[in-house]
């Protein structure tokens, strides 16, 4: 198992920033990738960010791209998602996840709430 712990977000007006952090803990070996989703109310959770645990090649969604920025600490096991110029519509709970090589699914964390206020 991997578990996964979040920290950040909160209240922030719009054009404002926020940082969020997962750090991993447990079976940490054999991480193939961390990012993260979001859901908002009403919404399907939907891929934001994510990084390769190796090689550090980043993806974003095109909703979030020139915005975002996820970054590694790989002696930490910490992914990290720094958001800035942010919108209304980034309001959302986040939830930190983990792909794991000989893992079907994925790990996920508790999920943290960003509010953008417009």
């Known amino acids: 198992q991997v578990h996964l712990v979040e920290s950040g977000g909160g209240l922030v007006q719009a054009g404002g920033s926020l940082r969020l952090s997962c750090a991993a803990s447990?079976?940490?070996?054999?991480?193939?990738?961390m990012g993260w989703f979001r859901q908002a109310p009403g919404k399907e959770r939907e891929l934001v960010a994510r990084?390769?645990?190796?090689?550090?090649?980043?993806y974003y969604a095109d909703s979030v791209k020139g915005r975002f920025s996820i970054s590694r600490e790989m002696a930490r096991y910490t992914v990290n998602l720094q958001m800035n110029s942010l919108e209304f519509e980034d309001t959302a709970v986040y939830y930190c996840?983990?792909?794991?090589?000989?893992?079907?699914?994925?790990?996920w964390g508790q999920g943290t709430q960003v509010t953008v206020s417009s």
């Open positions: 990084m390769g645990w190796s090689n550090g090649e980043p």
């Open positions: 996840y983990a792909d794991r090589l000989g893992s079907d699914n994925k790990f």
């Open positions: 447990g079976r940490t070996d054999r991480i193939l990738a």
